[in-house]
């Protein structure tokens, strides 16, 4: 089971979740190139001008340390990067679990992703100009949950490690990219798991991805913010749990 986080995170937001699979599979997180303890030295901007490149990196990963299908969890883009990574290798993966996941983040016709152009160029804008003021405002509202105040200043801080020009280049790859094609083509048994309010990710995104996907499943969990893997971890691993045993796997003891 390979976990991979979203834009200005790192694999350690995983540890709420990661750890109660690992008694029945092989549980692998890491950290995206120019994310979180990543080698800033193999980060090619050519290659990771678009999400195929971070595609291309799971790939490997999973050739690396899998010995069958592989179970894949992925936050916000990286359920992108694991619908690219599955069109490029089919039989790779097992099935996907996305927490908070968009294919497009745009409002196109009647397709609503919960951005304008003009807002997603107007947050490009802001990135380029003041990274870290942005990362500082931004981030507390994207992980909502503000009687947990601790999340929202451990998102802020993972933000701000994060190498700014590359988060400018990496958010450019994340927010102007369009996926639903791709999705639409998807037959991988699919889990969506969508937080009830979401800034990022809004309810109608999680309901165009369950009548998209053809082997998809939609869970809502009760939370505000784009990180139930953080503020909502109970809840999200029952719906993985479910979703597991509806695939045959066992639930855990």
């Keep these: 089971m390979i976990f ?7 694999q350690n937001m995983w540890r709420f979740m990661a750890p109660k699979f690992a008694e029945r599979f092989r549980v692998v ?8 303890q990543s080698d800033l030295g193999a980060y090619d901007k050519a290659k990771y001008a678009t999400l195929q490149g971070y595609a291309n990196d799971l790939l490997d990963i999973a050739n690396e340390f899998a010995t069958g299908p592989v179970m894949f969890v992925g936050h916000s883009v990286s359920a992108m990067i694991g619908v690219l990574a599955d069109l490029k290798a089919p039989g790779t993966f097992a099935a996907h679990m996305m927490v908070g996941p968009s ?22 804008d ?17 992980m909502g949950v503000p009687e947990r105040p ?4 451990e ?9 700014p020009d590359i988060a400018k280049q990496f958010a450019k790859a994340t927010f102007l990219s369009d996926n639903r094609q791709d999705v639409a083509k998807l037959q991988t048994p699919t889990l969506v798991i969508q937080s009830s309010e979401d800034l990022i990710a809004p309810l109608a995104v999680g309901e165009y991805m369950q009548r998209t996907l053809p082997n998809g499943t939609l869970r809502v969990v009760v939370n505000t ?9 109970d809840a999200s691993c029952e719906a993985i749990e479910e979703f597991l045993g509806a695939l045959g796997e066992p ?3």
Excluded: K
């Design 4 to 10: 991979a986080h979203g834009f200005g995170c790192d």
């Design 29 to 36: 997180t890491f950290d995206l190139v120019g994310s979180g």
């Design 103 to 124: 294919p497009c983040y745009i409002n196109d016709g009647d397709y609503t992703g919960g951005f304008t152009r003009e807002d997603i160029d107007s947050l490009l």
């Design 126 to 142: 802001t990135l380029e100009s003041n990274y870290l003021g942005w990362a500082s405002s931004m981030a507390p509202a994207i």
């Design 150 to 153: 601790e999340l929202g200043a």
């Design 155 to 163: 998102l802020t801080a993972s933000f701000c490690r994060t190498d």
């Design 225 to 233: 913010g784009h990180c139930p893997h953080l503020s909502a971890p």
């Design 251 to 253: 639930r855990a003891q």
